[in-house]
C-alpha cells in the first residue's frame, strides 16, 4: 500500500514540476532540467557561534582574532547562501526525526534524546491503550531538587510500517526523492536503539557506516558498532542487534577522518553514473561527547594564542571542530575534482545549540554568547544553528537569508531541488515544512513565496542541564515563534516573550509590557499542543510535590488547567 501511494504521490508530483518547468526560474528558484546531486552534512552540538563566518556575521569581530578555526565552512558560507535564523530542535533526535519525516518532532512523539533506554518494544511486553511500541518507559535525569512534574514520555523510533506501529507509517525523504541512489553515513539515533525495521535501510537508504546511538567514541568504535549481541536488551523480539555497522575500512583511526572517507568514496564512485542523482546523508557525531580529538590538533590549540574568545577555550572541542570542518573541506574538494562540483546542491545544519558551558554541571562544551542558552534550553543559543545551502551553478553566492525558517523545511527544500512539486508531498502528507529554494533568490521573501509564520517546539522534560535564567536544573518547556515574537513557557509557571528581532540574544522579557500578545501566543501554543502532541508527551503534575522544600525564590504555579 506504501508504494502505491508513494507512486501516485509521485506521478502527480512530477507532473505538476514537468507542467512548470519551463518557468521555473520564475516560479519555484530552480531549474529541475538537470536534477542535482545531493549532499546535507548534518553536525551534531554545534553552536551557531561555533562557526567563524557565522561568529563574525553576529558580532563583526575579525577571525583571526577567534579560537576556533573553520576555514572550510567559512568558505560554503562564502559560495553559497547562509541562513541567520535557522530553527532545529534542542536536543538531536527529535531534529532527526523532523528531517526524515519534514514533520515536527513532538507530533511523531520525539520529545528529546536518550542513551539506551527499556520500550515495550525491546523489553517484549504488552503496549499499553494509548501509547507505542517504541515509547520509552522512563526517561530521567538524576535531579536532586522538588520537581512539580513529571517527565512526559519520548518515541524512539519513526514508523516504518511494520506490525508494531499500529497502521502509522512515515514516508521518509529518501521514500520520497525517487530517481535517486540515496546513502546514509553517521549517526542515526532514530530507530528505537537497534529495534529491527527502523534503521537506515528500513527508510529507503543504502546504510555505508552507521551506528543507531547518540554518542559514539572516536577512537576503537568498531567493535562497539558491529556489535550484534542482545545483551543490551536480550528479550529484544528479534534474532540479533541491529545497532549498527562500521562499514569498509579505511585506515582512519580517528571517527570523523573515517566517516569522510566513506563519503569520499561513495561520491568518487557515484561521480561515474551519469544517469542517476545521489542523495548523500552524511550525519556526523562530531561534535557530541565524549571529546575526543587528534592529539596533534589538540596541542595547537592549546597553546593558541586567542584561547579564551568568546569563552572558547577547550582545546580538544577546538580539535574536534577542526577535523569536522576538514571533512567538509574534504568533500567539496573531492565535489571539484570529479567535475560535478556545479550540478551537486550542498546542504549544512546542525541538529541543535552548542552546548553551553555556562549552564553545564560539568563546564564543558562550547560557549554561545551572545545568545542565552544551549542545547537544551528553548532560547536562541539552544536551537538557532547554522545551515547552509551551496549550487554552484544555481544559488548566488555570499547571501544571507534573515527569514526564520526551521529543520522541518529541509525535506521539501530537497523535493523541490530536485524537480518534484514539494506542495503535492505537503499537502498529501500533512507536513510541517515548507520549500527554502525560493529564498535563495528571493532572500528578503518579498514575494512571499515562504509563508510559515509559526514554530513550534515542546520539550516535557526535567533536565540536569541549569536554567539560564535561575542556574536550577530545567523545567518543562514549550515554545512558540511567531512573527518576530517568540514566547517561552516555563512548565513552572514562568512566560518569557521576546521580540527576536529586535532582541535577539533575549535580554529584555515583554511578558508584562505586551500582555495581550502574551496571552494571545500562549493560547496558540497550547491549542497547537493539544491538537498535535498526544497527552502521554505532555509532562504530568506530580502528586508528591512539596512546596515547602522548593529552592526556587519564585513558587510554582501550574499555567495549564
Not at 502527480?12 to 530552480?30: E, R
Not at 546513502?183 to 527502523?198: D, E, L, Q, T
Not at 573531492?334 to 549544512?348: H, R
Not at 509532562?539 to 512546596?547: A, D, F, M, R
Amino acid at each position: 500500500m506504501k508504494h502505491l501511494e508513494l507512486g501516485i504521490i509521485y506521478f502527480i508530483a512530477l507532473l505538476y514540476s514537468s507542467c512548470s518547468t519551463k518557468l521555473d526560474k520564475k516560479n519555484k528558484g530552480v531549474d529541475v532540467t538537470s536534477r542535482p546531486n545531493i549532499i546535507l552534512i548534518l553536525a551534531d552540538d554545534f553552536g551557531i557561534m561555533d562557526t567563524q563566518a557565522y561568529a563574525n556575521h553576529f558580532m563583526g569581530v575579525d577571525t583571526s582574532k577567534m579560537y576556533y578555526e573553520t576555514p572550510h565552512m567559512d568558505k560554503l558560507i562564502a559560495e553559497g547562501t547562509a541562513f541567520s535564523q535557522a530553527y532545529a530542535n534542542p536536543l538531536c533526535s527529535p531534529t532527526r526525526a523532523s528531517i526524515l519525516t519534514g514533520k515536527y518532532a513532538s507530533r511523531l512523539g520525539f520529545t528529546t534524546a536518550m542513551p539506551l533506554r527499556p520500550t515495550y518494544y525491546n523489553q517484549n511486553i504488552a503496549v499499553p491503550d494509548g501509547f507505542y511500541a517504541h515509547d520509552v518507559l522512563e526517561h530521567k535525569d538524576d535531579i536532586k531538587i522538588e520537581q512539580a512534574w513529571i517527565n512526559g514520555t519520548s518515541n524512539s523510533a519513526v514508523p516504518t510500517g511494520t506490525v508494531y506501529d499500529n497502521g502509522k507509517d512515515e514516508i521518509s525523504i529518501t521514500e520520497a526523492l525517487k530517481g535517486y541512489h540515496s546513502a546514509f553515513i553517521g549517526k542515526w539515533h532514530i530507530g528505537g536503539f537497534g529495534a529491527h525495521g527502523y534503521q537506515p535501510k528500513d527508510q529507503g537508504f543504502e546504510p555505508l557506516a552507521w551506528a543507531d546511538a547518540g554518542g559514539s567514541t572516536y577512537f576503537n568504535w568498531r567493535k562497539g558498532w558491529d556489535n550484534k549481541s542482545k545483551a543490551a536488551f536480550p528479550k529484544m523480539p528479534q534474532e540479533e542487534w541491529e545497532f549498527g555497522n562500521s562499514g569498509k575500512e579505511t585506515g582512519e583511526t580517528y571517527l570523523t577522518n573515517d566517516l569522510t572517507q566513506q563519503a569520499l568514496s561513495y561520491i568518487e564512485e557515484r561521480s561515474k553514473i551519469k544517469d542517476q542523482p545521489f542523495f548523500l546523508y552524511f550525519s556526523h557525531f562530531a561534535v557530541h561527547s565524549p571529546y575526543q580529538g587528534i592529539e596533534a590538533d589538540i596541542q595547537y590549540f592549546e597553546n593558541k594564542a586567542t584561547k579564551g574568545w568568546n569563552g572558547h577555550k577547550d582545546p580538544v572541542y577546538a580539535a574536534m571542530i577542526k577535523s569536522m570542518d576538514n571533512s567538509v573541506g574534504a568533500i567539496l574538494k573531492k565535489l571539484k575534482d570529479t567535475g560535478i562540483e556545479d550540478n551537486t546542491l550542498v546542504i549544512f545544519m546542525s541538529d541543535n545549540g552548542g552546548i553551553d558551558s555556562k549552564i553545564t554541571p560539568k563546564g564543558d562544551g562550547t560557549d554561545n554568547t551572545p545568545f542565552l542558552g544551549g542545547k537544551a534550553t528553548l532560547n536562541e543559543g539552544g536551537i538557532r544553528v547554522p545551515l547552509v545551502f551551496r549550487w554552484k551553478s544555481t544559488i548566488k553566492s555570499g547571501q544571507w537569508v534573515d527569514v526564520p525558517v526551521d529543520c522541518t523545511d529541509i525535506y521539501p527544500s530537497i523535493l523541490a531541488a530536485a524537480g518534484m512539486d514539494s506542495k503535492v508531498m505537503i499537502r498529501t502528507q500533512d507536513l510541517d515544512g515548507q520549500n527554502l529554494m525560493f529564498l535563495l533568490e528571493d532572500t528578503k521573501n518579498e514575494k512571499k513565496s515562504y509563508t510559515k509564520k509559526e514554530h513550534y517546539w515542546h520539550y516535557p522534560f526535567n533536565v540536569i542541564y541549569n536554567s539560564p535564567y535561575d542556574g536550577y536544573p530545567l523545567t518543562p518547556h514549550s515554545a512558540i515563534r511567531d512573527g518576530d515574537y517568540k514566547l517561552i513557557f516555563d512548565w513552572y509557571g514562568r512566560l518569557y516573550l521576546y521580540d527576536i528581532e529586535k532582541d535577539p540574544y533575549e535580554k529584555t522579557n515583554l511578558v508584562e509590557d505586551i500582555p495581550a500578545l502574551k496571552n494571545e501566543m500562549f493560547a496558540k501554543l497550547i491549542t497547537w499542543l493539544e491538537k498535535n502532541v498526544e497527552k502521554r508527551y505532555w509532562p504530568t503534575l506530580n502528586e508528591n510535590y512539596n512546596p515547602q522544600k522548593e529552592v526556587r525564590e519564585i513558587p510554582f504555579k501550574s499555567l495549564i488547567q
